[in-house]
């Protein structure tokens, strides 16, 4: 029922900038945390980025200063702006949130279909 759409990602020089979108909805009645995790080929699944309803950010030490993770509550969307994109960046982007379902009071962690972007040298 609870579905997350990513949207950003495309083919960018090395140096550039891209910002990824990822959008909830379905019968969410809060969401609490939500990030951002990558894949590339042959590599596990890491996190990047990761933001709580209303805390700290955590960065993986590989982006912190490059990247920065932001929310808006209000429209249930996370972002992910990318500065000084290296070709290590390179892979599938993910959107991750963990929700509290409306009527069951459940929580249940979602997944995005991925968003792949690609760093060129």
């Known amino acids: 029922q609870v579905q997350l759409v990513e949207s950003g990602g495309g083919l960018v020089q090395a140096g550039g900038s891209l910002r990824l979108s990822c959008a909830a909805s379905?019968?969410?009645?809060?969401?609490?945390?939500m990030g951002w995790y990558r894949q590339a080929p042959g590599k596990q699944r890491e996190l990047v980025a990761a933001?709580?309803?209303?805390?700290?950010?955590n960065y993986s030490d590989s982006v912190k200063g490059r990247f920065t993770i932001s929310r808006d509550n209000a429209k249930n969307i996370v972002y992910l702006q990318m500065n000084s994109l290296k070709p290590e960046d390179t892979a599938v982007y993910y959107c991750?949130?963990?929700?509290?379902?409306?009527?069951?009071?459940?929580?249940?962690?979602?997944w995005g279909q991925g968003t792949l972007v690609t760093v060129s040298s």
């Open positions: 991750n949130a963990v929700v509290i379902i409306s009527v069951s009071w459940r929580y249940q962690e979602v």
């Open positions: 933001i709580p309803s209303g805390g700290s950010t």
């Open positions: 379905g019968n969410i009645f809060k969401i609490t945390a």
